[in-house]
């Protein structure tokens, strides 16, 4: 019995000071990292993280925090910058240019793909997509590669303008403009990523339509499931992570019959698929045609290139449609400003298709969809970065294995910065001369070394669409409805599904 008692002790004694020292790691980690709120054990800031909002909750912790604070998320240290100064300093430094240790990017997409890969990997594939992006025409300045690619994004806006207006027509003049877009946006991106477009009632391509959508809603990147694995044991996580398994597996399934096709066609006739100018017309063939070069290099397998076929149609997809969403919205219950928008495509177009040459002239325009991009951030919590060697940020010392925080919500609503930021106003981005403006904190597309890849495209498809689709549509609420701006929150920050009054316009000649 003593024996036994002595054991009890000596096993108490350990314990004691086990948590000792692991409490004064903690308290010598904790001091240098920026100040924040306490957490539980365990489940650290999680549960006062809104679920629907939390890029709301982070912003207020911004309030009492400051611009750099740091919270503390189940297993995941987070770093929050609030601030678009720090965000720039951050992101530009190669020791942040790592991906935050989540369940998201580290468990199902396992370091695979382009956004979760990391290091050398990570530069490979990303070089080779920037490159093949500028050949197929996602450039500025004018030329025949960008025409090319223009004229690819002018057949969907004609294709979302005729099916909006037929179901309009059908229905009352009341549609809900998200499937037409998601259809529309859709076979551009499919165009661009695999060289092929689907017609509207494929099966397979309502299939991937569907699993895109409840896979970006089921995990977000603040959700719990990331930080804390043993929530991933309850059964209605449980059934949710099968899903995005099985889903990703049937995915990668229809990739490798669409790579096997494209692949036996390669050798016969090299030049087939080109777009007239010497380069591969879509991204899956230039990925090929690298990997043909360079057989042995561990970067070019069939199973990273279906995640990163996964990822370059997920991230030009679901960004793009939301961001047209939310400026349908927007527009449609703003009149004063939707308007001004008709006013001025009349003014300049007189009724012609707009096209990239006309941006300068169109400030207004490209402001409204600047604004939109400002208001709902599509990536409220920014896209994390994780730290993969200690570094130091304004004074403190951020470990590597730290989640950063890009927190665009913070940045794009910051009453300091933007006048009343609640108020859908365009005109915020236009100088006295109604030149437009390009304010240093708006970063939509975040900064640094992994800036989204995909930002000129964007740009390219997100004002195309805008003026494609106002130039032909009066936008308004349906009678007696009121307009739902807070959108719901997983990887990106979309509205709610919400019919819109959509009548044809009838065009002015100049
Ligand atoms: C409105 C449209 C879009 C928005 C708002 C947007 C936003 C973003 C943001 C915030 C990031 C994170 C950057 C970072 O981690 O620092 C990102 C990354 C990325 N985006 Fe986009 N994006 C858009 C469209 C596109 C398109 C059209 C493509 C197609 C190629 C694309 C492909 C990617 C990829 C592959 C990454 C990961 C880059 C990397 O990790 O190196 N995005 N995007």
Same mark, same amino acid.
């Given at each position: ?42 489940? @650290?800031?999680?549960?006062? *993280? ?29 770093? /929050? ?8 300093? &951050?992101?530009?430094?190669? &020791? ?11 468990? *199902? #997409? ?7 890969? $990391? ?23 004018? @030329? ?16 979302? /303008?005729?099916?909006?207006? $037929? ?7 009341? /549609? ?50 990331? +930080? ?27 990739? &490798? $019959?669409? =790579?096997?096709? =494209? ?72 009149? /004063? ?32 969809? #600047? ?25 403190? !010392? ?8 890009? %927190? ?15 108020? +859908? ?32 495209? &964007? ?15 009066? %936008? ?24 819109? !009054? ?9």
């Amino acid at each position: 019995m003593k024996k036994f008692e002595g054991q009890m002790w000596l096993l108490l004694a350990l314990l004691l000071a086990g948590a000792a020292l692991a409490l004064r790691l903690w308290l010598r980690r904790a001091r240098d990292l920026p100040p924040g709120p306490w957490g539980l054990p365990v489940l @650290g800031y999680l549960p006062w *993280l809104d679920r629907l909002r939390p890029h709301e909750t982070l912003a207020a912790l911004a309030l009492r925090y400051g611009p750099i604070f740091t919270v503390p998320m189940g297993g995941v240290t987070a770093v /929050v910058l609030a601030e678009e100064a720090l965000v720039r300093t &951050a992101l530009a430094r190669e &020791a942040c240019s790592g991906r935050a240790p989540l369940y998201l990017t580290h468990g *199902l #997409m396992q370091g695979h793909g382009l956004i979760c890969a $990391e290091g050398p990997m990570w530069r490979d594939q990303r070089r080779l997509v920037a490159a093949a992006l500028k050949n197929l025409g996602a450039v500025r300045s004018p @030329g025949p590669r960008r025409d090319r690619l223009q004229e690819r994004v002018c057949r969907g806006v004609r294709a979302f /303008v005729q099916s909006v207006t $037929e179901a309009s027509r059908q229905q009352d003049g009341v /549609v809900d403009p998200h499937a037409h877009l998601t259809e529309a946006v859709g076979n551009v991106v499919n165009s661009v990523v695999f060289g092929r477009t689907w017609a509207p009632d494929d099966p397979t391509w309502l299939w991937l339509q569907r699993i895109q959508d409840e896979g970006t809603k089921l995990i977000g990147v603040a959700g719990a499931i990331n +930080f804390l694995p043993f929530l991933r044991l309850l059964p209605q996580n449980g059934r949710a992570i099968r899903w995005l398994k099985e889903g990703q597996r049937s995915q990668h399934g229809l990739y &490798a $019959e669409l =790579v096997a096709e =494209v692949r036996s066609g390669l050798g016969e006739a090299d030049d087939q698929d080109d777009d007239g100018c010497g380069a591969p017309d879509n991204l899956l063939t230039a990925w090929l045609r690298e990997s043909a070069r360079r057989p042995d290099s561990p970067f070019y397998t069939d199973r990273q290139l279906h995640y990163l076929l996964a990822d370059l149609f997920g991230a030009a997809l679901d960004t793009t449609v939301t961001t047209l969403r939310w400026l349908l919205l927007f527009v449609a219950a703003n009149p /004063v400003a939707q308007e001004r928008v008709h006013r001025e495509l009349d003014a300049v177009l007189g009724g012609r298709e707009p096209t990239l040459d006309d941006q300068a002239a169109l400030p207004y325009t490209q402001a409204t969809i #600047m604004e939109t991009q400002r208001i709902r951030s599509v990536t409220p919590l920014g896209i994390p970065h994780g730290v993969v060697e200690d570094t130091t940020l304004d004074g403190f !010392r951020i470990p590597k294995g730290t989640m950063l925080v890009p %927190l665009q919500w913070a940045i794009h609503m910051d009453p300091q910065r933007w006048d009343r930021p609640d108020e +859908f106003r365009p005109e915020r981005f236009l100088a006295e001369d109604e030149t437009l403006l390009r304010p240093d904190g708006f970063i939509p597309f975040q900064t640094g070394k992994r800036m989204c890849v995909g930002d000129e495209w &964007a740009r390219m498809m997100l004002f195309l669409f805008s003026a494609g689709m106002l130039q032909r549509l009066q %936008l308004s609420l349906p009678d007696g409805v009121e307009a739902d701006l807070e959108g719901v929150c997983g990887i990106t920050l979309t509205p709610k599904d919400q019919a819109l !009054r959509c009548v044809e316009r009838q065009l002015r000649k100049k």
